[in-house]
């Protein structure tokens, strides 16, 4: 199959990234086609699951890092991606190539008279398969939507770290914060060693009783794992050891994600790690300078608030133009009551996913929570074009991330 004809198939199939689901996800029935053919997953040699509703992406890469520097061959699983579907399946940070990719949709194709898989079930398999296939030590696994029922539950993890769990996906996950942490923690295994970012105290209790209905030894960072910032530096006590580790991303909120990805490595008993080959686009990503050009694909109320919170944080007084386009099935009331909590000034625009938000419902929530909008337009090119001399930062949605990206002619790394 040629790659066009891989991609063209790929895209065929039901996006729930791109259209909102009805009803619960059929995860038995994805079983059944793993169980059919040849259970990939249970070939991995050391899954590592990330789970979480803000800074999963960003632990995910962070964990790439540290077992790079070990020399361990390591593969990385994340979504959605920004330009290219080969973002979403690397190895060593390495996009998995394209005859790779069309030899694993071949493959989903094949076994359509078994089940014809979505989008995100064609590209978990074909993650799982490329990693078994390629021999990789290490697999560092993204959860899509949720946990639970999430197609990454699929894999039996050794490890599963909890990111920051917060309203998000609420006509999916439920709309009390306990209920989405059970469908987060759902896909904690048994004996599990799970490490979590600080909770709210109603998400910490959720998350402790499922580890000890699984038997899995629990870790907060904070409580079991003392954390001590000290600027540039994070002190955190494991085992009676106090380790120092950098503290070099932007916003306090990734201080968390280093230090939670930084007990896991100590925890797995590594020494001598380090950062360096980290990266990652579209998180607080610096595009263009003079006039500044900053984006962040948050796509949630907690996401945007802490962008934001950051950006005011490293450009106090800056008087920034916020273009934001928001997908329909969030909060929007939650994100115009957090976007009238900084002085900026508000654009708003729509993506090309089917998901978006018109302008015309954006601009009646936003104007009903007194949030005057300084111009819209749905077309991202028209403003970025229209106030190339301000400084501007785009955020709300992976789709309008991928739109700049596209706009300046960019690849993400």
């Known amino acids: 199959m040629k790659y066009e004809d891989a ?36 070939s991995l040699s050391f899954p590592i699951t990330v789970v979480g509703t803000k800074g999963k992406g960003t632990v995910a890469h ?33 996009k998995i190539p394209e005859q790779k990719l069309a030899e694993g949709i071949e493959f989903i194709r094949s076994k359509e008279n078994i089940k014809r898989l979505t989008y995100f079930e064609a590209l978990t398999t074909i993650a799982f398969r490329y990693f078994k296939d390629e021999g990789t ?9 949720g946990g639970r029922l999430d197609c990454t539950n699929a894999a039996n993890q050794k490890v599963t770290i909890i990111t920051k769990i917060d ?6 996950l439920g709309y009390n914060i306990e209920k989405i942490a059970w469908e987060k923690a759902g896909i904690i295994k048994e004996k599990n060693l799970v490490i979590s970012v600080p909770q709210k105290k109603r998400v910490k209790k959720v998350i402790e009783k499922e580890c000890i209905r699984k038997k899995a030894e629990l870790f907060f960072i904070g409580k079991d794992i003392p954390l001590e910032i000290d600027g540039k530096i994070l002190k955190l006590r494991i085992n009676s050891k106090t380790r120092e580790f950098p503290n070099f991303l932007k916003g306090d909120f990734n201080s968390y994600n280093i230090a939670v990805s930084s007990a896991c490595g100590v925890l797995l008993g590594c020494e001598n790690f380090n950062f360096d080959n980290f990266k990652i686009s579209g998180r607080f990503d610096i595009l263009k300078e003079n006039p500044l050009l900053i984006v962040d694909c948050a796509h949630n109320p907690l996401s945007i608030y802490t962008f934001l919170k950051t950006l005011n ?16 099935d969030k909060n929007l009331k939650k994100v115009a009551r957090i976007l009238k909590k900084f002085d900026y000034k508000i654009v708003i ?42 400084d501007i930062a785009v955020t709300g949605s992976f789709y309008l991330i991928e739109e700049v990206y596209r706009f300046l002619n960019k690849e993400p790394l």
């Open 349 to 390: 625009t729509k993506s090309k996913s089917p998901r978006a938000s018109p302008l015309k419902l954006l601009e009646k929530i936003f104007s009903q929570e007194g949030i005057k909008i300084f111009d819209k337009d749905e077309e991202i090119n028209n403003l970025l074009s229209k106030y190339s001399d301000r």
């Open 62 to 94: 962070l964990l790439t890092s540290i077992f790079l520097s070990l020399n361990k061959k390591t593969g990385l699983y994340t979504s959605p991606h920004i330009l290219d579907v080969r973002e979403r399946i690397r190895i060593n940070f390495e």
């Open 137 to 145: 030590e290490v697999q560092i696994l993204e959860a899509g939507l």
């Open 167 to 172: 309203y998000d996906h609420e006509r999916t």
């Open 7 to 42: 991609i063209k198939y790929l895209f065929s199939l039901i996006n729930y990234e791109r259209k909102i689901p009805k009803g619960e996800y059929d995860f038995a029935g994805y079983i059944k086609f793993l169980n059919n053919t040849g259970n990939p997953e249970k």
């Open 313 to 328: 944080k490293e450009y106090p007084g800056k008087d920034f133009l916020i273009i934001i386009g928001v997908n329909k």
